[in-house]
């Protein structure tokens, strides 16, 4: 039975998510308008994000590694202090006129931006481990809800009042996340001695990926898998005009895509309790492999709605199941690494498919990218499929 000491914080939970994935939604979906009209070059952009990655990538780990230290701040400290860096970002980009200022302050954003996603889960899962009530697919559903929102309304807005308007609405957001981390209650637990050393030599990525063996080949299937997800949905539009669509078909499929993504996520609370996340996540690998075949093999637009049905069992079910397959197999002062790590498999399916997608199309066309994609999935799922550890 709960004590009477827990509380019920999925909802000021679901605000940070859903502020948070608004952020994402200004920082990353509206990047190109937002650099375009300052001048920049597609090819500028592209380096832009892919840099970003990198140093996001490489920040991630170490960020976390001092995160799980018993004498860190708190998880909600940290992110506090993030989002105030972000405020400053913001502002710096709202009144900038330079084009390298721009440039720098938008790519550092972009990686700060990276940098919050583990924190953020280790955020909920520690609030749950503490003993606290909290239902995270629902929380995350909300995130995905307020994504879809924030950039219907942006893209409504950016029309009337231009490009300034995503800075300024960065900075907006950010005020009011600061709220919620100031009224969300979050105390850090404090570790053990004995935590406190295996905390601190797990800092070193060679130890932690030597205790967590089958972990680290997980995260190696991961970013095959997130390499053909991130191949999919960067070029959605070349990949629509290959099946006789435009930009308005690529609109519509991602929007389909992304509401596919709520049920899996709002039903995951009751999900969880019946079927193992590691089955979950092997589950979700196959369904990615599912899902870039039927795009390979679709031979319309309308085949190719269809095929985004398979986001519910793809993503949908990774982006939850993955936080909670990283709880299960870390042990607690290793808990924020994992979630970095696991992060940061995505952050270089990010960075490996900007580099990749775009050379794949230009030289073999759109169905050799599609074709690669499918490998990727495939050579990844195969991976997690037999390394997934059994969890309790």
């Given at each position: 039975?709960?004590?009477?000491?827990?509380?019920?914080?999925?909802?000021?939970?679901?605000?940070?998510?859903?502020?948070?994935?608004?952020?994402?939604?200004?920082?990353?979906?509206?990047?190109?308008?937002?650099?375009?009209?300052?001048?920049?070059?597609?090819?500028?952009?592209?380096?832009?994000?892919?840099?970003a990655?990198?140093?996001?990538?490489?920040?991630?780990?170490?960020?976390?590694?001092?995160?799980?230290?018993?004498?860190?701040?708190?998880?909600?400290?940290?992110?506090?202090?993030?989002?105030?860096?972000?405020?400053?970002?913001?502002?710096?980009?709202?009144?900038?006129?330079?084009?390298?200022?721009?440039?720098?302050?938008?790519?550092?954003?972009?990686?700060?931006?990276?940098?919050?996603?583990?924190?953020?889960?280790?955020?909920?899962?520690?609030?749950?481990?503490?003993?606290?009530?909290?239902?995270?697919?629902?929380?995350?559903?909300?995130?995905?809800?307020a994504?879809?929102?924030?950039?219907?309304?942006?893209?409504?807005?950016?029309?009337?009042?231009?490009?300034?308007?995503?800075?300024?609405?960065?900075?907006?957001?950010?005020?009011?996340?600061?709220?919620?981390?100031?009224?969300?209650?979050?105390?850090?637990?404090?570790?053990?001695?004995?935590s406190?050393?295996?905390?601190?030599?797990?800092?070193?990525?060679?130890?932690?990926?030597?205790?967590?063996?089958?972990?680290?080949?997980?995260?190696?299937?991961?970013?095959?898998?997130?390499?053909?997800?991130?191949?999919?949905?960067?070029?959605?539009?070349?990949?629509?005009?290959?099946?006789?669509?435009?930009?308005?078909?690529?609109?519509?499929?991602?929007?389909?895509?992304?509401?596919?993504?709520?049920?899996?996520?709002?039903?995951?609370?009751?999900?969880?309790?019946?079927?193992r996340?590691?089955?979950l996540?092997?589950?979700?690998?196959?369904?990615?492999?599912?899902?870039?075949?039927g795009?390979?093999?679709?031979?319309?637009?309308?085949?190719?709605?269809?095929?985004?049905?398979?986001?519910?069992?793809?993503?949908?079910?990774?982006?939850?199941?993955s936080?909670?397959?990283?709880?299960?197999?870390?042990?607690?002062?290793?808990?924020?690494?994992?979630?970095?790590?696991?992060?940061?498999?995505?952050?270089?399916?990010?960075?490996?498919?900007?580099?990749?997608?775009?050379?794949?199309?230009?030289?073999?066309?759109?169905?050799?990218?599609?074709?690669?994609?499918?490998?990727?999935?495939?050579?990844g799922?195969?991976?997690?499929?037999?390394?997934?550890?059994?969890?309790?």
């Amino acid at each position: 039975m709960p004590s009477s000491k827990q509380k019920n914080l999925t909802g000021p939970y679901a605000c940070i998510q859903a502020l948070y994935w608004m952020y994402f939604a200004a920082i990353m979906s509206f990047s190109g308008f937002f650099l375009l009209d300052g001048g920049f070059s597609n090819t500028q952009i592209g380096i832009i994000a892919a840099a970003a990655g990198i140093i996001s990538a490489l920040l991630q780990p170490v960020l976390a590694s001092y995160a799980d230290r018993p004498d860190s701040p708190s998880l909600k400290k940290l992110i506090q202090i993030f989002y105030m860096i972000q405020l400053l970002l913001g502002v710096g980009l709202f009144f900038s006129r330079s084009l390298i200022l721009t440039g720098l302050l938008y790519g550092i954003s972009i990686a700060l931006l990276q940098l919050l996603t583990p924190f953020i889960n280790a955020l909920g899962m520690e609030s749950i481990n503490q003993g606290q009530q909290l239902n995270f697919g629902l929380a995350r559903g909300m995130g995905s809800v307020a994504y879809a929102i924030i950039c219907y309304v942006l893209g409504i807005i950016t029309v009337k009042a231009g490009a300034g308007s995503i800075p300024a609405s960065v900075i907006i957001l950010t005020f009011f996340t600061l709220g919620c981390l100031i009224l969300f209650p979050f105390v850090k637990t404090q570790g053990t001695s004995g935590s406190k050393a295996s905390g601190n030599s797990l800092a070193n990525p060679l130890l932690f990926f030597q205790k967590y063996k089958r972990f680290s080949l997980v995260l190696i299937g991961c970013i095959f898998i997130y390499l053909s997800h991130v191949l999919l949905n960067n070029f959605n539009f070349q990949i629509a005009q290959g099946k006789g669509g435009g930009s308005s078909e690529m609109g519509t499929a991602s929007a389909i895509a992304a509401m596919c993504e709520l049920p899996t996520l709002f039903l995951f609370g009751y999900i969880i309790k019946k079927i193992r996340c590691d089955i979950l996540i092997r589950i979700a690998g196959i369904f990615f492999v599912l899902k870039s075949l039927g795009t390979l093999l679709a031979p319309g637009i309308s085949v190719y709605y269809g095929v985004q049905i398979l986001q519910m069992l793809g993503w949908g079910l990774m982006t939850a199941a993955s936080v909670y397959y990283v709880n299960a197999v870390m042990e607690p002062e290793d808990a924020i690494k994992g979630q970095a790590y696991f992060t940061m498999t995505y952050t270089l399916g990010c960075v490996i498919g900007s580099f990749l997608g775009g050379a794949l199309i230009d030289f073999a066309g759109v169905n050799s990218m599609l074709i690669f994609a499918t490998v990727s999935a495939f050579f990844g799922a195969l991976i997690v499929f037999i390394f997934a550890e059994h969890t309790s």
